[in-house]
T-cell receptor, first 115, second 110 residues
Framework: KAGVTQTPRYLIKTRGQQVTLSCSPI?????VSWYQQTPGQGLQFLFE???????NKGNFPGRFSGRQFSNSRSEMNVSTLELGDSALYLC??????????????FGSGTQLSVL | QKEVEQNSGPLSVPEGAIASLNCTYS??????FFWYRQYSGKSPELIMF????GDKEDGRFTAQLNKASQYVSLLIRDSQPSDSATYLC??????????FGSGTRLSIRP
């Protein structure tokens, strides 16, 4: 079974631009969660999608948005990029979503650099 | 106060010894607790989860939970160089989301 696939692997953008990241979950998984990882801050929760609906979100500004398609693939968009948005963006899929004992399977991430 | 706190390390442990990793959390309504391991340049992978007070053992790994003290720990017995990684503590919070700590970097020295 294929794992979680994130594209692209690396991205370089300039301030003010926008970017779209893609995540394909493991086949049969209906939940996709997004995290931002920076040195010292660890993984910060962005949002979770389940069956095309945003089920939960973290404390990020509205410039960060996402969506999920009927095939469970998800995209994350960041508009008006700032230098501080430089980070590794990780996508995690799970069968039924973030629950008390649900295991998250992470993709390899997209490394975003904002210049 | 961060929701999930971990000592960033690095924690250096000799090969064959016990490595002890600690984590505290602020949300008393948190229901379950996870330990993920992340090798350098790789994505996190789940190694343990626990939701009841006490100890849970799986091979060389033991997770310990004390809800009254809001404290979770991970013990690694007979530490191997392959255990060198960053260990992330994660909590399923009362807000129904999994919150991660910033991780503890563990180094096993031969």
């Amino acid at each position: 079974k294929a794992g979680v696939t994130q594209t692209p692997r690396y991205l370089i953008k300039t301030r003010g631009q926008q970017v779209t990241l893609s995540c394909s979950p493991i086949s049969g998984h209906r939940s996709v969660s997004w995290y931002q990882q920076t040195p010292g801050q660890g993984l910060q929760f962005l949002f979770e999608y389940f069956s095309e609906t945003q089920r939960n979100k973290g404390n990020f500004p509205g410039r960060f948005s996402g969506r999920q398609f009927s095939n469970s693939r998800s995209e994350m968009n960041v508009s008006t990029l700032e230098l501080g948005d430089s980070a590794l963006y990780l996508c995690a899929s799970s069968l039924v979503g973030q629950t008390t004992n649900e295991k998250l399977f992470f993709g390899s991430g997209t490394q975003l650099s904002v210049l | 106060q961060k929701e999930v706190e971990q000592n960033s390390g690095p924690l250096s442990v000799p090969e064959g010894a016990i490595a002890s990793l600690n984590c505290t959390y602020s949300d008393r309504g948190s229901q379950s607790f996870f330990w993920y391991r992340q090798y350098s340049g790789k994505s996190p992978e789940l190694i343990m989860f626990i939701y009841s007070n006490g100890d849970k053992e799986d091979g060389r790994f033991t997770a310990q939970l004390n809800k009254a003290s809001q404290y979770v720990s991970l013990l690694i017995r007979d530490s191997q160089p392959s255990d060198s990684a960053t260990y992330l503590c994660a909590v399923y919070s009362s807000a129904s989301k999994i919150i991660f700590g910033s991780g503890t970097r563990l180094s096993i020295r031969p």
